[in-house]
């Protein structure tokens, strides 16, 4: 008789892990709101190892591995290079990841000192000066934006990977999803400072739907002008120290938000 032909359920699916580093957890959590579609996820892929959601693992190697969180330990370090060599693809999910999270803002102080004025006992805390993304550590295949990334995304780049092409993730800025909301510009009709030019489009424009100021959760977009915008910041009435705010937030070691903010940094000292 004829082989039987494999079926799906017998043909060996591809595993995926899901790690999580110094984090709270925001972008895991988006995972499993997917709800409905993590019904028939099980049909295309194995949940190998994702410890937020169940204690079973499975061991490696990963087809794809998705990671939470930024470096900020030497034991940090040496995990995330064994993630990666166990990790056929490796996609960085959240600001965290993608760019040291809103811990990066250690970059910027003296551990030491917010140590000490934190924890009763600051000798039993054992971290880097830096909050680092994990790009800054190892190779990897794809970054995901946002704080929380969009669930919906996240479907896209799991998708694109078990296809084998590139994830559909837009390059252009909050802007345009305020255009197709039908948002009001909240800088131009009422004068309020706002990320949103050059920030990574994402999150739907949900603070400009709602009379705010974008603050920047999805990091720069591909080709952000914050020079630009500052200076249309500062025709709104903002100061120094609060364009440094501005790109010091979520996504503050992003390399584009980095510089601003560090321009900014030495207008405040030149000033002082």
Known sequence: M??????????????????????????????????????????????????????????GPYDLSLVEGSVTTRADVERIREVRRVSRHLVTIGACA?????????????????????????????????????AASVPVDFELHGCPIDRHQLLEVISAFLARRRPAIPAYSVCVECKR???????????????????????????????????????????PNPGSLSASMRDLGAETPDLIRAYRGFNAAAPAFRAAGDAHAAESEAEA
Not at 33 to 52: G, N, Q, S, W
Not at 116 to 128: D, F, K
Not at 184 to 191: I, K
């Open 2 to 59: 004829p082989a039987a032909t494999p079926t799906r359920s017998t043909l060996a699916r591809p595993k995926l892990a899901v790690w999580k580093f110094a984090s709270c957890d925001g972008c895991q959590l988006s995972l499993l709101d997917l709800e409905d579609e993590l019904l028939t996820l099980p049909e295309r892929i194995e949940v190998a190892y994702f410890l937020e959601a169940s204690r079973a693992v499975v061991e």
């Open 98 to 134: 993608t760019a040291g999270g809103i811990q990066a803002l250690r970059n910027f102080a003296d551990v030491g000192e917010l140590a000490a004025a934190v924890y009763p006992s600051p000798s039993y805390i054992s971290t880097l000066e830096t909050s680092t993304p994990i």
């Open 181 to 223: 909301r039908g948002n009001v510009c909240v800088m131009v009709a009422r004068g309020t400072p706002c990320l949103g030019p050059v920030t990574h489009a994402g999150c739907g424009a949900i603070c400009p739907g709602h009379d705010r100021g974008c603050y920047g959760c999805f990091g720069p977009m591909e080709t």
